[in-house]
């Protein structure tokens, strides 16, 4: 039998119930857009494949819900909250990739990435390849 090699997933979206709820309350089919998702299937699929430890990370469909900038940021910050509380209660399982407002909400980001890195320790932030239509190359 080969030797064990830890295996870490460095790509592994988590799609929260409070997302879920949000694009059902704004009359999108929250199913139809995010894959059932809980954290115990997640820990059990990463067990099933014998992998040590997941990087947590956002789902397009949650930046996407907010209306304005304002739900932008509280979203983040949830969805950070969210994602650090799960790593708190399961050590070494998991690691995340904070989420970050629209990069166009400067002011926003700056204080989400002090908030992540200082408060909660993230482990990266996540980009998307464009805000508002723009991409980051164009920004």
């Given amino acids: ?61 949650g930046a996407m819900l907010a209306a304005d900038r304002n739900e932008d940021r509280s979203l983040t910050r949830r969805w950070n909250q969210y994602a650090f509380d799960l790593r708190a209660a399961h050590p070494g399982r998991f690691g995340f990739l904070g989420l970050l407002p629209s990069l166009l909400d400067e002011e926003g980001v700056l204080a989400e990435i002090d908030f992540l890195f200082e408060a909660l320790k993230a482990d990266g932030v996540s980009l998307w390849t464009s805000y508002d239509g723009r991409y980051l190359g164009d920004m």
């Fill in 1 to 61: 039998m080969p030797p064990y090699v830890p295996k870490i997933d460095v790509h592994n979206h988590i799609i929260p119930e409070f997302l879920e709820e949000l694009a059902a309350s704004k009359d999108l089919p929250a199913r139809a857009s995010m894959p059932a998702w809980s954290v115990e299937k997640t820990l059990a699929f990463l067990d099933k494949h014998r992998i040590d430890a997941a990087l947590l990370s956002p789902s397009a469909h």
